[in-house]
């Protein structure tokens, strides 16, 4: 029997308004899985009329009573983890290690904020003897966090834990592609003591729940993580109603490696880059940049590497056969175009890939840099490549994009690359395989986006900075 998940508002599950649902595939075989409840403005107005109930209250409590409710939604997210991890695979095909790390993350938010928010606070302004002065963070009310399917659960936790930290009540909208992780960690949040309408989660398509959600007027700021298309769309309603946003969005992010770098983990990176999700990840480094000195060791040490990985063991599905036959047209534009790639570039015709929506890790060795699949982002496992004559050429070719959310650059002379990163147009940079963690700020620099997301910057992205000043002469 198909389950359904049905929204959350006000701490329980509420159907649809119009008692629709959409159904959900699993793109591991194929086959049909759960469904979810097709959401519309009504769902959308009782949603963010909870939230803006419970909000005042939530806002009203210590950091410290925040805090310790927030323990214990990442206590929840723990404990909840097999549950959660099959909730996900069941729509996307992850494969378990994958599926871990998001899960972990998920749970890595609610705890890091839980922490810093008891640290974290506005800060008093010496004007001399006769007053005092100080700043709040203050939240905007209510937000509403739409988010995408490539990493459901991840990128739901990334917003909600900040926003709630500092006193906010969301609305989460996840994509109707993989709608049950969220709505489960709607329910566990409420069961760890979250009062009821703090989260609520609407399921549903863009046009029938994202769009109203964003256009709700009691809805104060909104959390975007999708497409550049969707973030543009959203963007104009944010700016007609004069609501401030955050918007986490595409890349097509440089791994710039130089012939005197640890070519191990450079090649490591570079596989990594490509089999994580199946490349189906923002900040995937999918532009490969290499001295060309070391060019074509490193294309067929990276060509030969992902030409082993194996579908359903090294590497997922592609979410969708709508995102499938996008990477097939991206082959068939390349093709066009003339460039053949080293290995890859097709799907499946037989063995266990054949099953689902797999695609073949695929490297297009030496491309130019106007054609098409060096420019636009494939969301799948391609990369390209790129030789480059010495510092200038490897920057130029960097920033010659569109996009600016990450960059790796790999060079055993540390000082260039620092050089390199501080020159690179993207929100982060990590040279030789630095972490990026949830400590650190994660958000665009260009067509990426704005706003931080991650560290002590979402923390302040979701708050409003209110100055009190009193005379005491
Ligand atoms: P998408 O823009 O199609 O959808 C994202 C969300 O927006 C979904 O919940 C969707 O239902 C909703 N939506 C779609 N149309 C809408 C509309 N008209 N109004 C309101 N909401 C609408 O993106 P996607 O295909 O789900 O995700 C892939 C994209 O997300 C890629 O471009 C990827 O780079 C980007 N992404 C960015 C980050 C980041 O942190 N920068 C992280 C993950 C994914």
């Given amino acids: 029997m198909t389950t359904r998940h049905e929204h959350w508002i006000q701490g329980k599950a509420v159907p649809p308004a119009n008692g629709a649902y959409l159904p959900t595939l699993d793109p591991a075989t194929r086959e049909a899985g759960d469904e979810i409840a097709a959401g519309t403005s009504a769902d959308v107005d009782h949603a963010v009329a909870s939230a803006a109930a419970a909000q005042p209250a939530w806002a009203a409590a210590s950091g410290a009573e925040r805090s310790a409710v927030l323990h214990r ?6 404990a909840d983890a097999e549950t959660l ?3 996900e695979r069941a729509c996307t095909g992850k494969i378990p290690a994958q599926l871990r790390s998001e899960l972990d993350m998920s749970a890595g938010y609610f705890r890091y904020y839980a922490g810093i928010l008891r640290t974290h606070h506005g800060r008093t302004i010496d004007l001399g003897h006769d007053n005092h002065t100080y700043t709040r963070l203050e939240p905007y009310g209510v937000v509403a966090a739409i988010t995408p399917w490539n990493l459901p659960l991840n990128q739901a936790c990334r917003a909600l834990a900040p926003a709630l930290a500092v006193g906010n009540a969301v609305v989460a909208k996840p994509s109707e592609l993989t709608s049950a992780s969220t709505v489960r960690l709607a329910r566990l949040a409420t069961e760890a003591g979250l009062p009821d309408g703090l989260l609520n989660v609407v399921t549903g398509t863009g046009p029938e729940v994202g769009s109203p959600l964003a256009s709700h007027p009691v809805v104060r700021r909104i959390m975007f993580t999708g497409s550049v298309a969707t973030g543009r769309a959203l963007g104009h309603i944010a700016a007609d109603r004069l609501i401030p946003m955050t918007l986490e969005l595409g890349g097509k992010s440089p791994l710039v490696v130089f012939a005197d770098a640890d070519l191990d983990r450079a090649v490591g990176a570079a596989v990594t880059a490509i089999a994580m999700n199946s490349g189906q990840v923002c900040s995937a480094t999918t532009r490969l940049l290499v001295e060309a000195s070391a060019h074509d060791e490193v294309v067929a040490r990276v060509a030969d590497a992902v030409g082993r990985l194996e579908p359903g063991v090294d590497f997922g599905p592609i979410i969708t056969e709508a995102q499938f036959h996008s990477v097939l047209g991206h082959f068939a534009a390349a093709e066009a175009e003339g460039a053949v790639p080293v290995t890859g570039g097709s799907g499946y015709a037989d063995g266990p890939g054949a099953k689902g929506l797999y695609v073949r890790p695929t490297v297009y060795a030496g491309v130019r840099p106007d054609l098409r699949i ?9 990369m390209v490549t790129m030789p480059f004559a010495d510092e200038a050429d490897a920057l130029a070719i960097a920033n010659d994009t569109e996009y600016g959310l990450v960059a790796g650059v790999w060079s055993g ?6 050089r390199l990163a501080e ?4 929100g982060q940079v990590a040279v030789n395989g630095g972490a990026l963690t949830i400590e650190t700020p994660f958000g665009g620099f ?3 986006g704005y706003g931080r997301e991650k560290g002590i910057e979402a923390l302040h992205d979701y708050a409003q900075v209110k100055t009190i000043s009193l005379s005491i002469r």
């Fill in 413 to 418: 002379d540390v000082a260039r690359g620092l």
């Fill in 73 to 78: 939604v990442a206590d929840a997210i723990e």
């Fill in 374 to 382: 060096a420019r636009e982002e494939v969301f799948g496992p391609v």
């Fill in 446 to 448: 260009k067509q990426s």
């Fill in 423 to 426: 020159r690179i147009d993207a």
């Fill in 85 to 87: 991890m099959e909730l």
